[in-house]
Nanobody, 122 residues
Framework: QVRMVESGGGLVQAGGSLQLSCEPS????????SAWYRQAPGEQRELVAA???????NYADSVKGRFTISRDRVAKKIYLQMNSLKPEDTAVYYC????????????????WGQGTQVTVSS
């Protein structure tokens, strides 16, 4: 079963930047609606940014103007550019992508990654 694989997390000082990437663990035919979520210790998982199949984006108020979600349909990758990072952005970041399997059969199915840790020091 296809899963998503995140990368790019790490430790950064407040005010710094990181770019997260997300790609399928194996070949898929296409990617569609995609999103980044995050979960801080003791908190519920929250939506950070989303991009529709048509390219429309939306962001949590807390990250507007600082984070940008983007997609490479050919490479079948999702990105989250995070600028002006704050300590409160510290969390495990997860990507969620609707994928169509490698044979192009069936409707898109939702797949999640295992998460990547982002830690912002003050």
């Amino acid at each position: 079963q296809v899963r998503m694989v995140e990368s790019g997390g790490g430790l950064v000082q407040a005010g710094g930047s990181l770019q997260l990437s997300c790609e399928p663990s194996e070949t898929v035919f296409s990617i569609h609606n995609s999103a980044w979520y995050r979960q801080a210790p003791g908190e519920q998982r929250e939506l950070v940014a989303a991009i529709t199949g048509g390219g429309s984006t939306n962001y949590a108020d807390s990250v507007k103007g600082r984070f940008t979600i983007s997609r490479d349909r050919v490479a079948k990758k999702i990105y989250l550019q995070m600028n002006s990072l704050k300590p409160e952005d510290t969390a495990v970041y997860y990507c969620k992508v609707d994928v169509v399997d490698r044979y192009g059969l069936g409707s898109p199915v939702e797949r999640w990654g295992q998460g990547t840790q982002v830690t912002v020091s003050s």
